[in-house]
């Protein structure tokens, strides 16, 4: 009998090392493959997105606008289910168009595409 209960815990203890090593293992990783992220608009339906906001009684810019007043200059939004990002600022969208033109007009890979 003492056996068994030599054996649990020293299971229990290797159990317990395995999961703190792992977690103290994970845990620098996940901080250093943090991104800073455009803020997101609140007040998205699960499948229409923000489609609603912008059907409003004002037009899309004016709402747009009244969104970058209060999130900023650059926030995302939904658009059914796609993610949009909004830049509402000449500067970031000279800065996006000349200076980082390749990163932002990239295009995902087609999955069929010709050779």
Known sequence: MDFVLNYLNATAVGLLSLILLSFFLYRPYKFAQSKKEAPTVAGAWPILGHLPLLRGSET???????????????????????????????????????????????????VACCR
């Open 60 to 110: 899309p810019h004016r709402t747009l606008g009244a969104l970058a007043d209060k999130y900023g200059p650059i926030f995302r939004i939904n658009i059914a289910l796609k993610k949009a990002l909004v830049i509402n600022n000449w500067e970031l969208a000279k800065e996006c168009f000349t200076t980082n033109d390749m990163a932002v007009s990239s295009r995902p890979k087609l």
